[in-house]
């Protein structure tokens, strides 16, 4: 995958200025992205698809892990095929033979990325934008975009299915796995005991950003997508573009106090429903019934009764009440 910067191209094809990139994909059209939206050009740049994502956030992918929990432990892996070889970050061949022989022992997860346990290895998955795994009969034909796919020995199958291609996995040593960069990276989990507001102001620190981009940040709080940073700054009444740096002991209490309490309730309810998620596993989340400004323009504040509004803040879409949130 490679990006080029577009935003002069966006321009000349009349796209809101909040795209991040491109990618030349192999049937030869364009992908424009953003957070958001993908639009896909033709050569001609005629736009011939768009659609609207939302990429699964934590609880989500939470809701993946202790689905497939229930559905693949302890089963032994007879084949592996992989159908598109970009989507494996490790060598192909090791990959394969990793896998064959063994069993998932367990499912752990790290931020947005799935750790599956082996015997001998890990298997770490990210969804990306539409990963998602579905669990078959290996009898079933092979559809499009099921990239990977892993047969055990009763003859089911592990598919995973990605239309956009985005999603990653990677077999590493048992050894390896917290000197991994995408996991070591990542920054402390929602309901950890160390993150308090000492540990977000050490991260807050001399940051000029506004709150909203930085707390977007998995190295601070791992797992955090914009739905819920949304909902969390709403929780502790921070205005979403205040400076990182100037964020309060108090504040800075509640944002952790709103991490832990809201991605709770959200992982209990199975995740935020979303577009491209909802037939995962036929799995449909309940928390977007609890949701009180993402995605609530113009609607009246659950506190105060203002309009919720919507402003884009580093190119993601930022949803607040100006009265309670100052
Ligand atoms: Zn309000």
């Not at 970050?89 to 022989?101: C, Y």
């Not at 590493?172 to 005991?193: A, F, R």
């Not at 504040?301 to 879409?317: D, F, Q, W």
Request: glycine share 6%.
């Amino acid at each position: 995958m490679y990006y080029i910067c577009i935003s002069n191209y966006a321009k000349k094809v009349g796209i809101p200025n909040r795209q991040i990139g491109t990618k030349k994909d192999t049937r030869e059209h364009t992908l424009v992205f953003s957070c958001k939206t993908i639009f896909c050009f033709s050569k001609n740049n005629c736009i011939i698809n768009r659609e609207v994502i939302i990429m699964p956030e934590i609880a989500e992918v939470e809701t993946v892990r202790n689905t497939l929990k229930r559905q693949i432990l302890n089963k032994k892996i007879k084949s592996v095929n992989v159908r598109y070889n970009k989507m494996i970050e490790s060598d192909i061949n090791t990959f394969e033979k990793g896998l064959i022989g063994d069993e998932f022992i367990d499912i752990k997860r790290r931020g947005k990325w799935l750790i599956f346990e082996l015997h001998n290895h890990y298997l770490l998955s990210h969804l990306r934008m539409e990963g998602k795994f579905f669990l078959k009969n290996s009898a079933e034909e092979i559809i499009k975009h099921e990239h990977v796919i892993i047969t055990f020995i009763d003859n089911t199958d592990l598919r995973y299915h990605d239309t956009r291609k985005f999603g990653r996995m990677n077999l590493i040593k048992k050894e390896d796995l917290e000197n991994t960069e995408c996991i070591k990276k990542q920054g402390l989990e929602p309901g950890d005991k160390n993150l308090t507001s000492k540990y977000l102001l050490t991260k807050f620190k001399n940051k000029k950003l506004p709150i909203k981009t930085v707390l977007l940040d998995q190295t601070i709080i791992s797992g955090l997508g914009n739905i819920y940073v949304n909902e969390v700054l709403f929780y502790a009444k921070i205005n979403p573009l205040k400076e990182a740096g100037k964020i309060t002991d108090k504040e800075a209490n509640l944002i952790a106090e709103g991490a832990n309490t809201i991605i709770k309730e959200a992982i209990k309810m199975g995740g935020t429903t979303i577009k491209s998620y909802t037939s995962s596993l036929g799995v449909t989340g309940r928390f977007q019934n609890k949701l009180k400004v993402h995605k609530k323009e113009g609607q009246p504040c659950p506190i105060c009764n203002t309009p919720i509004e919507n402003v884009k803040i580093n190119g993601r879409s930022t949803y607040f009440c100006p009265q309670c949130q100052k």
